[in-house]
């Protein structure tokens, strides 16, 4: 089973910046697909990025632009570059990892994932 541990959040005001590291351990074999998913107050997780373990990335249209996720396989661990931060990016973020073989920002929601406890992150205006 793989194990996730997030650190990075913290409080930013508007059009900040912050970085997210996520440390891997245990079976990496599973986690050929790597992103992270966020869930913000009072509402339902969703996919914000993930990177395939050619190293290709996607994102959530709603961060395109501002956020840039990458990996360091030989490190174990996973990144995601959030800058111009917005109010609505508030929430805690979930390092995420499943299988190589399904791999878009959505199937990071799927039970058949596994995520990390989440770190906070605060954006205030």
């Known amino acids: 089973q793989v194990r996730l541990v997030e650190s990075g959040g913290g409080s930013v005001q508007a059009g900040g910046s912050l970085r997210l590291s996520c440390a891997v351990s245990g079976d990496t074999s599973s986690a050929g697909c790597m992103g992270w998913i966020r869930q913000a107050p009072g509402k339902q997780r969703e996919g914000v990025a993930r990177i395939a373990d050619d190293g290709t990335p996607r994102y959530a249209d709603s961060v395109k632009g501002r956020f840039t996720i990458s990996r360091d396989n030989a490190k174990s661990a996973l990144y995601l570059q959030m800058d111009s931060l917005k109010p609505e990016d508030t929430g805690v973020y979930y390092c995420?990892?499943?299988?190589?073989?399904?791999?878009?920002?959505?199937?990071?929601?799927?039970?058949?994932?596994?995520w990390g406890q989440g770190t906070q992150v605060t954006v205030s205006s």
């Open positions: 995420a990892a499943r299988p190589s073989e399904h791999c878009g920002v959505s199937y990071l929601l799927l039970s058949t994932t596994s």
